[in-house]
């Protein structure tokens, strides 16, 4: 079976919007992006980690919920102009001190006022290193 070719002036578009924002700081590079899911990663460095060492929570949160806002951006319904994240939850099952995370969100409600996005960020071996829950809520022109 042959894989999808990735949409490359799409993921040209979301690497671009993260340049001097959050994400590009972080390292953040998304892989694939389509309709209703979303992979990235970072290379680890040592900004990444916390004073205690360790892999810092939020380069775990910023890459789960940049990739949900990026997918949610990418599958607005028709007449939305943007999202506001309104719950996100972050369960932390591991950690790790170098290399690579790799995150992938995927759509798992998808209405007319609200998106619910699932994450999940790995190690480079597979290893799951947080399960990541958001609620997006989509914006309209007002009347």
């Not at 369960?91 to 609200?114: D, K, P, S, W, Y």
């Not at 597979?126 to 958001?134: D, I, Q």
Request: aromatic share 4%; with cysteine; net charge negative.
């Amino acid at each position: 079976m042959q894989q999808p070719t990735p949409d490359q002036p799409l993921l040209d578009e979301l690497n671009q919007a993260s340049m001097g924002r959050l994400p590009g700081l972080l390292g953040m590079r998304v892989t694939a992006a389509e309709p209703g899911r979303v992979e990235a990663r970072i290379d680890l460095q040592p900004h990444h980690l916390a004073p205690n060492g360790y892999l810092h929570a939020a380069t775990v949160v910023a890459l789960a919920d940049t990739c949900c806002g990026y997918g949610a951006t990418i599958s607005r319904p028709e007449g939305a102009t943007g999202f506001t994240t309104i719950e996100l939850k972050t369960n932390f099952l591991g950690t790790v001190l170098e290399g690579v995370i790799e995150c992938t969100a995927r759509l798992v409600h998808g209405g007319r006022t609200t998106q619910v996005w699932d994450a999940e960020v790995r190690d480079a071996a597979g290893r799951t290193l947080a399960l990541f829950r958001c609620t997006q809520l989509l914006l309209y022109p007002r009347a």
